[in-house]
């Protein structure tokens, strides 16, 4: 099984970035896939997540109306764009998979329920 996330960087505040999440080795099918972050000195924190029974992706309440996540089956790909950005955004970004029916069960915000973890892609937002 492999996450691989890429697209971090630097930005100015109000920028953009699109993240995108490459994956393999499970069915992408069955699994929903969870975007999160964390900042030095802080919590890791869930952003979004999405799976192919998502009718709406779910968003963390801090990100909402500013990242959008889409999943590209074919491809076996997920991207996060994430637009109007602040310094607040400045973390690692990780993609994480879950089994699908226990992230509707549970909570697609639950860290716990990811089984597995991409090595996380650097965003730093400057002011």
């Known amino acids: 099984v492999q996450l691989v996330e890429s697209g971090g960087s630097w930005v100015q505040a109000g920028g953009s970035l699109r993240l995108s999440c490459a994956t393999s080795?499970?069915?992408?099918?069955?699994?929903?896939i969870g975007w999160f972050r964390q900042a030095p000195g802080k919590e890791r924190e869930a952003v979004s997540s999405?799976?192919?029974?998502?009718?709406?992706?779910w968003y963390s309440d801090s990100v909402k109306g500013r990242f959008t996540t889409s999943s590209d089956s074919a491809k076996r790909m997920v991207h996060l764009q994430m637009n109007n950005l602040t310094p607040e955004d400045t973390a690692i970004y990780f993609c994480?998979?879950?089994?699908?029916?226990?992230?509707?069960?549970?909570?697609?915000?639950?860290?716990?329920?990811?089984?597995?973890w991409g090595q996380g892609t650097q965003v730093t937002v400057s002011s």
């Open positions: 994480a998979a879950a089994w699908g029916p226990r992230t509707v069960e549970v909570g697609p915000d639950e860290a716990e329920l990811y089984e597995y």
């Open positions: 999405i799976s192919t029974s998502d009718i709406s992706p």
């Open positions: 080795g499970f069915s992408f099918e069955d699994y929903a």
